[in-house]
């Protein structure tokens, strides 16, 4: 596929700060990695944004609304508030550590695998799960207007349950 390079670099990281970023050192730790992550993504790594990223990263792949991280940080008395889940989740996204699903107009889902993949999107469950082929292509591209290109093509193949 050749817009396989567009995929992985569309994301809204202004080049500078990219270029100064270092690669992460991962150990498998969730808190160190996490610190790691912001840091090498050129955010400081604030207690909120430790904590959240914790939750987010520290349990392997997964898809999550900004309600859902608000209301595992709650459970976790992580003291946030729901603007500051919102605030973190775009800005780890802006980041390139999160991509964005868009399911309905109502319903954003934060997805922790930013390699290019799709979805299906169950629902009676509202719950995003990754179709495990991604060499998944559309048979027949649009034509894209001039002076544009395609950036990334998300799938999302909705199911419901059959009855
Ligand atoms: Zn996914």
């Known amino acids: 596929m050749t817009n396989q390079i567009t995929v992985l ?12 970023a270092h690669q992460p050192a991962l150990t498998g730790c969730p808190w160190h990695d996490v610190n790691e992550m912001l ?18 990263f520290g349990k392997g792949a997964r898809h999550l609304t900004a309600e859902m991280l608000y209301e595992e940080a709650t459970l976790a008395k992580v003291p946030v508030s729901l603007a500051t889940v919102y605030n973190t989740l775009n800005q780890l996204t802006d980041a390139g550590l999160l991509r ?12 922790t695998n930013v390699t290019a993949h799709h979805h299906f999107y169950l629902e009676n469950n509202h719950e995003l799960v990754d179709i495990p082929d991604p060499h998944l292509v559309l048979s027949k591209m649009p034509e894209v207007p001039e002076g544009y290109e395609i950036a990334r093509v998300d799938m999302v193949v909705r199911l419901r349950k059959k009855r």
């Open 39 to 56: 840091q090498a993504a050129g955010l400081r790594p604030t207690r909120q944004r430790m904590a959240l990223g914790w939750l987010l």
């Open 9 to 20: 670099s569309d994301d809204a990281v202004d080049p500078a700060s990219r270029s100064a």
């Open 100 to 111: 964005q699903v868009s399911v309905d107009g109502t319903k954003t889902y934060f997805d």
